[in-house]
């Protein structure tokens, strides 16, 4: 496996929510470093068809650039503002190239490798009654921008001839396949693929197996607690998945973050970065915010860390209930939370 360059010492951690009283100040906590950091930035759109960032990207962007220097960016979808037959042609090469602008440049600059899922607003997969994309426009967009060996710059491809919407690769310890989430159905043939990309030699030598995609497999988030929302069939993914030995599924799309264990799978809900939802039947506050996932090897160890978009600031410990009703589930925050 490659080598993971190393900001700042090793540091052990249980898998765990580490969570602490909001700071009034907006500069982000360097939390400890493992031997690999993630960090975990999806929902990003505005309005359809919008080519400027609400001020909360751009901060997060400059934490991840100037203070957690990770050394991996997922992006769990929902990165531009499209799914709409109303705008103009022009205006989905005009989007990506705002989200290049505001958000992948920079991270190629700082020499941060990133990694995207498409969503729904990126790339729906939604087909119309004749089987064609009803969003092929933002399709052929994403396939166009995303086409640019740049945006694989740092990370050892495994397969890609069906990117940006279905690949994977490797980073070190570190396995992430990629699925096409971005509308509520994965036919047989993805699951098929999502099968055999697991079975591959770099997946299975990989001391951590991620899956990522946009659409997740229940519902956490008021308004996002319906049909369509969550992936269908999604009892049987998660058992595709843990088959293929998957230690965590990161999805994007409810817009609010949770993380607990769904039988063997773990699953992380990313907050969306501008907006956020309130978690399912709690009452608790909306938060938008963005994730750093820091992995100790020897022994393995992760710890998951929500901040506030908006403050930079961690969650508070009450923003994580210790358990929650979802739409598929009940849910227990995961032993491995703390």
């Known amino acids: 496996m490659g080598s993971i360059p190393m900001h700042h010492a090793r540091v052990a951690a249980l898998f765990l929510l580490a969570l602490a009283a909001p700071a009034s100040a907006q500069v982000a906590m360097d939390p400890p470093r493992g031997d690999l950091r993630i960090v975990v930035l999806g929902d990003l759109n505005g309005p359809y068809g919008a080519t400027e960032y609400a001020a909360a990207v751009h901060r997060a962007v400059a934490a991840i650039v100037e203070v957690w220097r990770p050394d991996l960016v997922l992006l769990p979808g929902d990165l531009v503002a499209g799914q709409s037959r109303a705008l103009p042609d022009e205006r989905f090469a005009e989007m990506w190239a705002a989200f290049d602008a ?23 997969k939604l087909r119309g009654a004749d089987g064609a994309h009803a969003f092929a426009r933002e399709r052929d ?3 166009a921008y995303w086409s640019d060996a740049d945006h694989r710059s740092g990370l050892d491809v495994t397969t890609d001839a069906d990117a940006p919407f279905a690949w994977s690769f490797h980073l070190g310890p570190l396995f ?27 997946a299975r ?8 995609g946009h659409l997740p497999l229940l519902g956490v988030a008021e308004g996002r607690d319906r049909v369509g929302e969550v992936a269908w069939r999604a ?8 088959a293929g030995g998957v230690d965590a599924y990161l999805s994007g799309h ?7 264990a769904w039988g063997d799978l773990e699953l992380v809900f990313s907050p ?13 506050a909306p938060r938008a915010g963005v994730l750093v996932v820091d992995v100790a090897l020897d022994p393995m160890d992760v710890a998951v860390r929500a901040f506030e978009a908006a403050t930079l600031a961690p969650y508070p410990d009450d923003a994580v209930p210790p358990r929650l009703s979802a739409f598929g589930a009940e849910l227990e925050r995961s032993q491995r939370v703390r």
């Open 254 to 260: 409810q817009g609010a973050f949770y993380a607990a």
């Open 176 to 202: 992430v396949a990629v699925v096409d989430a971005s509308g509520p159905t994965l036919d047989d043939a993805e699951r098929a693929a999502l099968a055999t990309a697991l079975d591959a030699p770099e």
């Open 272 to 284: 969306g970065a501008v907006g956020g939802r309130a978690l399912r039947g709690t009452g608790l």
């Open 235 to 242: 009892e049987e993914l998660r058992d595709l998945m843990v």
């Open 205 to 212: 030598s990989a001391d951590l197996r991620w899956v990522v």
């Open 141 to 143: 967009a994403a396939a």
């Open 102 to 124: 505001a958000v992948a440049a920079p991270l190629r600059d700082a020499g941060i490798p990133y990694a995207a899922a498409m969503g729904n607003h990126d790339a729906s």
